[in-house]
């Protein structure tokens, strides 16, 4: 089972958060899919989502997304994915 705590930052304080499930173990190939779900959770447009945040969520359990990772305009100042290891 995969874990993600995804939440959003608006002046360095945590807006909104969440803890989201996911059946099965973790595979970078579905990491779009892990973005998506996570942002329909929070009721957050999807950003777009670059090679270098998949690779960062593997390496490092963390991806960072930005204002500009996404089309439409949010008002956080970035949406953050932790994988929770257990």
Not at 23 to 32: C, K, Q, S, T, V
Request: charged fraction near 30%; aromatic fraction near 12%; proline fraction near 3%.
């Amino acid at each position: 089972m995969v874990k993600i705590w995804v939440k959003t930052m608006k002046n360095k304080k945590i807006a909104k958060n969440e803890i989201v499930h996911f059946e099965g173990r973790y595979d970078e190939a579905d990491f779009d899919e892990y973005v998506r779900v996570c942002c329909h959770e929070l009721d957050l447009p999807t950003p777009v989502v670059l090679s270098s945040h998949a690779s960062s969520f593997t390496q490092f359990n963390i991806a960072r997304f930005k204002p500009g990772d996404f089309v439409e305009s949010v008002d956080f100042d970035e949406l953050t994915m932790e994988n929770c290891k257990v």
